[in-house]
C-alpha cells in the first residue's frame, strides 16, 4: 500500500484549513493543496474577514427628495454614529438644556473658553452643539437632479458637536463656568442651581417651542375637513363630454 507523506507545517495548515472550512482530511491529501483551497494559500493573518458594517447614509439629498431628516448633510455632520463603548446617560441626569449658555471647558483647543447657546442636545450620542463653536467643513455632492453633474463639490460649514464633558453651564450671577445641581423649592418644583453661587438656573424660554408637533389627540380643525357638499361635487368628466 502506497503511502503518502506529508510535510508537518503542510499538515497543520491543512488541519487549519479544514476545521474552518468543514472540508475532511482525506479530500485535503488526495488532492492538490492550491486546488482544494486556492484562498488559504498566503500568510496568517492576511485572509482575515472584514466586519460587516452599516451602509453609509446618503447625504446631499435636496428637499423636495428627502425622505427624513437623516438624509440631510446638516444632520450627518451634527448627529454622527454613536460610540460602541460609551452608554448614553440616563434623561433624569442630563443637566444641560437646548437654549443653555455654555461655556468651553475642553475638547479642541482653539476653542476653549469660548461662550455659545446650545443649539442641540444630541443624548444617545452624549453631544450637545454650541453656536459658534467647533466648525467643521464637509463638501456637500451637487443634486444631480438639479445641478450639472461635472459642477464641483459645494463646502458647508456648520458647528460640528462636542461631548457634555468639554462645555459647562455659565453661572447667571458670576458669569463664570460652573457645575450644576438639583433641589426642589417648596411646591415640588424641580430646578437647576449653580454650585458656584447658589442662583436657579431658569430653564431656556426656546424650550416652549416644540420642534416637532404634538400626535392627533382625537380633535379635528374644521379648516381640515371636506364638506359634504365638496365630497359629492362630481370632477371625473365622462369620456362624451356630458356633464
Known amino acids: 500500500m502506497q503511502r503518502t507523506i506529508v510535510h508537518p507545517g503542510l499538515a497543520r495548515a491543512i488541519t ?6 468543514g472540508q475532511l482530511w482525506s479530500a485535503a491529501v488526495e488532492h492538490p493543496f492550491r486546488e482544494v483551497y486556492p484562498s488559504q494559500v498566503q500568510r496568517r493573518g492576511l485572509a482575515r474577514k472584514q466586519p460587516l458594517r452599516p451602509p ?5 439629498v435636496p428637499s423636495a427628495e428627502m425622505r427624513g431628516r437623516f438624509e440631510s448633510v446638516l444632520d450627518s455632520i451634527r448627529t454622527p454614529r454613536p460610540p460602541k463603548r460609551e452608554e448614553p446617560i440616563p434623561p433624569r441626569q442630563w443637566k444641560i438644556l437646548r437654549g443653555d449658555l455654555v461655556q468651553v471647558i475642553g475638547g479642541p483647543p482653539a476653542d476653549i473658553g469660548k461662550k455659545g447657546r446650545i443649539l442641540e442636545v444630541i443624548r444617545k450620542n452624549n453631544r450637545v452643539v454650541v453656536e459658534g463653536v467647533n466648525y467643521v467643513k464637509k463638501y456637500v455632492p451637487a443634486p444631480s437632479a438639479t445641478v450639472d453633474a461635472s459642477q464641483p463639490k459645494r463646502v458647508l460649514i456648520t458647528e460640528g458637536p462636542l461631548h457634555v464633558s468639554n462645555v459647562a453651564i455659565v453661572c447667571p450671577e458670576t458669569g463664570l463656568p460652573t457645575r450644576v445641581g438639583i433641589r426642589w423649592l417648596e411646591d415640588g418644583t424641580r430646578v437647576r442651581i449653580s454650585k458656584r453661587s447658589g442662583a436657579i438656573i431658569p430653564r ?12 392627533f389627540q382625537g380633535h379635528v380643525l374644521e379648516a381640515h375637513v371636506t364638506s359634504v357638499q365638496e365630497a359629492l ?11
Not at 361635487?233 to 356633464?243: A, C, K, M, V
Open 56 to 60: 453609509r447614509r446618503s447625504v446631499g
Open 204 to 215: 431656556p424660554e426656546i424650550l416652549r417651542q416644540r420642534r416637532t408637533p404634538r400626535p
Open 233 to 243: 361635487r362630481p370632477t371625473l368628466l365622462p369620456e362624451d363630454g356630458s356633464s
Open 16 to 21: 487549519a484549513c479544514s476545521r474552518r472550512s
